[in-house]
């Protein structure tokens, strides 16, 4: 609900500011006054084009500020979006300069779609573009849609989704056509060089022990001199009389053994001797072995030289070491599968078309029945709307056809009037009248306002073009919607004002318009004017206090 809003520097309207209440509320004032110029703020703060042109004569700037109680979802989405909610009211402003337009929620800059998505989606306004927007099929299955009960909200969501997952697919399947040579290309590489990896089977390590069993098998003979001379030196083979490093530690460790008896010390020597004595001959046995397991083999080296070759070369463009190539062959495994599959096969991805194709036409009868079934019934509820709209002849006909399948559906919704029961029924952009417009929109608005979140609805002028007996049955209309939502009115109708919980008045004088609010005596005045009254107690006064009388009444006992 709004419940301020502050206005400065806008065309010819001095600043002002407006507190609004729920119930109906409604905006007077001779025709040219300035009216107008209210929804013109409520516009730019709904997220609607900002002109410069607006901007009040000798001001560098237009302000509209407002501050709307807004539902717990939505307070609860700003919330989670790094807005300030202050106990479920939220700050939105839209400021209009001659270079440029802002906006703002909570405070904080925003682009103007954010007020559309936010501001719009809790203030509806009906002006006359809207009343002809009602000739629309798209507007007329959008009303529908927002009518027909659960679940048609959510078979409208499947649907739509489901459209999305077919026109994917048929996107895909087009470029799948148009790079087919290219793709089969990239499949056959990819095959080819992971068959390749997966034959060679690299460790992660692979190059290191590769070049260690390489460099071991190129240099036997040296590798074999080496152990053998140390073999030598430990043992004393092939040195004649010279002593083995083994026997000279074997005599330290008799020499210290023997001597332990007279300093406990050299026992612990001894022990560590001992220790060192176990190890050379542990190195003498391994040194043995390592000798014994060294011999030339061509074939092997070959074979070794062979297959790093073969690792280089699959490494070349692709990994630095076959850690990375592992890698690399598992992202590749990741699109040999894509491409084999919805995403690379052209026949695969037509295979998925079908099948969602069929899902979709599934999901689309299914809406489309949902469509006819609140097609009738909606034409039911606004023909009684409509009957005490003083069209009690009228018949509003919601037509549901199949066409071909699109982003909403199969079906194409069409309203019909039907003025009398002897004439033809005819589409609204065909055969109804400014007038006739105005109350279908207003009946369809009372129809489908106790199905919806309490928002501000405004309304321009929806009594034009009416009088007499029809005015009053407009402003009952309005009057019960305003029991579900916040209801403003731009109106000429002493009827429809009458009828109002709070009225504001727009004057223009010296070529500038003032807003203003009135009640008790002042709104009988204004009611006064409205009838074409001049006198203080006359017919027109008389007139004025009996319509405000029976609003009184009707909400008295309502």
Known sequence: MLTDLRVSGLALLEDCELELGGGLTAITGETGAGKTMLLTALRLLTGGRAEPRIIKTGRGRTEVDAVISVPTAVANDLEEAGFQVDEG?????RTVTPSRSRAAISGRPVPARALADTAGSLITIHGQADQWRLKSPTHQRELLD???PPPHDQLLVDYQRQWATVTNLRARIAQLEADEDRLEVELRYLREVTDEVTAL????DE?????SAIDRLSNVEQLRSASSGALATLTGEGFGSEPAVADLLGSVVDVLLKASYLDPQLEEYSRRAQSMDAEIN???SDLRDYGEALFDDPDELARLHERRATLTEL?????RDAAELLAWCETAKTRIGELEGVEGDPQAARLALEAAEQELQKLAENLSASRQLAAEDLGKKVNGELAALALANARVIVEVSTTELSASGQDRVQMLLQPHPNAPATPLDEGASGGELSRIMLAIEVVLATDQTPQTMVFDEVDAGIGGLTANQVGARLKALADFHQVIVVTHLAQVAALADANFVVEKRDGTARVRPVSNEDKTDEIVRMLGGDD??????RHALKLERAGNVEESTS
Request: hydrophobic share 40%.
């Open 207 to 211: 190059e290191v022990q590769l070049d």
């Open 89 to 93: 009211e939220v700050a939105f402003a």
């Open 201 to 204: 089977d690299p460790s992660p």
């Open 146 to 148: 927002r009518y027909a």
């Open 315 to 319: 490494c070349r463009g692709r990994a």
């Open 282 to 284: 542990d190195l003498i």
């Open 536 to 541: 203080k107690e006359g017919a027109a006064r």
